[in-house]
């Protein structure tokens, strides 16, 4: 089994945002919270919106940072030092914008762009050494678009991409779980290729 106590879910607070590609990760945390039939309730003293489950005996915590995307740590550390979570047990799901709509990829440590996952490092003593799950959003093709990219929301048939790739990310994050890394890259991975037509 994987030894992982803590799934995070990135986007921004607000209704106005629900909707956003730059919310990827909760909506992954979101369906993850429904496929074990909970849901996550404020918990003001990590600046989120928290739940508790257990996977095959493993108890788990899932947080939603209600903090903007660029503060996310604030409510990652906090949750983490309360419980003493280490990095490691971490996995955090966000939006990719180097990868297109239907594809998502674990990935341990490493740098990112991604104001969510830059920010929780800092607050990490700078330790990269945490899980990721990558979902594609795609890259508009210049950089001056990436903010209006980010924080629109995609089309139908981006979103139903989108969806598609959760749907197989909570699954595997499942047998990641329950099993290894290896054999949920491997599962994942695979699902990718197939829709990138590798």
């Known amino acids: 089994m994987a030894d992982i106590r803590l799934i995070v879910g990135l986007g921004n607070p607000g209704p106005e945002y629900e909707h956003t590609?730059?919310?990827?990760?909760?909506?992954?945390?979101?369906?993850?919270?429904?496929?074990y039939n909970t849901s996550l309730t404020p918990e003001s003293?990590?600046?989120?919106?928290?739940?508790?489950?257990?996977?095959?005996?493993?108890?788990?915590?899932l947080l939603h940072p209600t903090t903007f995307m660029n503060?996310?740590?604030?409510?990652?550390?906090?949750?983490?030092?309360f419980y003493k979570i280490e990095p490691e047990q971490i996995l955090?799901?966000?939006?990719?914008?180097?990868?297109?709509?239907?594809?998502?990829?674990?990935?341990?440590?490493?740098?990112?762009s991604q104001n969510g996952v830059r920010d929780i490092v800092?607050?990490?003593?700078?330790?990269?050494?945490f899980l990721r799950l990558r979902i594609g959003i795609g890259h508009p093709g210049h950089?001056?678009?990436v903010t209006g990219h980010v924080l629109g929301k995609p089309s139908a048939a981006e979103k139903q991409a989108i969806d598609e790739a959760i749907?197989?990310?909570?699954?595997?994050?499942?047998l990641l779980i329950?099993?290894?890394?290896?054999?949920a890259q491997n599962r994942l991975h695979s699902f990718s290729a197939t829709v990138a037509g590798d």
């Open 21 to 35: 590609r730059h919310n990827a990760g909760a909506w992954f945390l979101d369906q993850f919270a429904a496929a």
């Open 45 to 61: 003293k990590f600046s989120g919106h928290t739940a508790r489950i257990s996977i095959g005996g493993q108890d788990i915590r």
């Open 71 to 81: 503060r996310s740590g604030q409510s990652v550390a906090a949750l983490a030092n």
């Open 92 to 112: 955090v799901a966000f939006d990719e914008l180097d990868m297109p709509p239907g594809i998502a990829k674990f990935k341990v440590g490493g740098s990112s």
């Open 122 to 129: 800092s607050r990490m003593a700078n330790n990269k050494n």
């Open 143 to 145: 950089k001056s678009k």
């Open 167 to 174: 749907d197989e990310a909570v699954r595997c994050t499942e």
């Open 178 to 183: 329950k099993h290894d890394l290896k054999q």
